[in-house]
């Protein structure tokens, strides 16, 4: 069983509409969560970092982490094509130098 | 700007072939680490230093090899024994500071290999 599980999709929204992206994990000592968002051969650019539980907010995004359930997710409200990318999950332990990714997920959004 | 730079972009190598692929960061950031991600798939950690003149074998070290003198250089020598290289590889660095800024990572733009 892989530490991060992440759904590759593809996912298909219609612009404007609310996604939702999850990932949920094994490892209760991670601490540290990220979304990064990645455009085609390109390098991951973060987009939100999120510690411990709870909820954070920027702009169209909402980071949300349950720490009990051991699961992740990303809300992008009023979706853009411009927000068609893969969007990877990623997490670390405080006592550990190495940050675990998830596979990813593509999304499309669709004018 | 503050940032990584990797090059070549785009290369292209012979089987058999060893390559070395450039990272550059200017960020003033203690740890480095090399991906690499195939088609559709996540990242994968080949190697990483924390410090200059350490770096520690992540998880498919083999057929890779890497230096680093500098705080600034992590070079990756892809060898002739990794059996299969085409892929896209991902340079990234991170400050040891608290909070946010020690706990996120900043890649570069990639590095695309293919073995022809």
């Known amino acids: 069983q892989k530490e991060v599980e992440q759904d590759p999709g593809p996912l298909s929204v219609p612009e404007g509409a609310i996604v939702s992206l999850n990932c949920t994990y094994s490892?209760?000592?991670?601490?540290?969560f990220m979304w990064y968002r990645q455009y085609s051969r390109k390098g991951p650019e973060l987009l939100m970092y999120t510690y411990s539980s709870g909820n954070k907010e920027d702009g169209r995004f909402t980071a949300q982490v349950d720490k009990s359930s051991k699961y992740i997710s990303l809300f992008i409200r009023d979706s853009q094509p411009s927000d068609s990318a893969t969007y990877l999950c990623a997490m670390r332990s405080s006592s550990a130098s190495k940050i675990i990714f998830g596979s990813g997920t593509r999304l499309s959004i669709r004018p | 700007d503050g940032g990584i730079t990797q090059s070549p972009k785009y290369l292209f190598r012979k089987e058999g072939q060893n390559v070395t692929l450039s990272c550059e960061q200017n960020l003033n950031h203690d740890a480095m680490y090399w991906y690499r991600q195939d088609p559709g798939q996540g990242l994968r950690l080949i190697y990483y230093s924390q410090i200059v003149n350490d770096f520690q074998k992540g998880d498919i070290a083999e057929g890779y090899s890497v230096s680093r003198e500098k705080k600034e250089s992590f070079p990756l020598t892809v060898t002739s024994a990794q059996k299969n290289p085409t892929a896209f590889y991902l340079c990234?660095?991170?400050?040891?500071?608290?909070?946010?800024?020690?706990?996120?990572?900043?890649f570069g733009e990639g590095s695309w290999l293919t073995v022809v």
């Open positions: 990234a660095s991170k400050s040891s500071g608290t909070g946010p800024s020690g706990n996120t990572i900043y």
């Open positions: 490892n209760s000592a991670f601490q540290y």
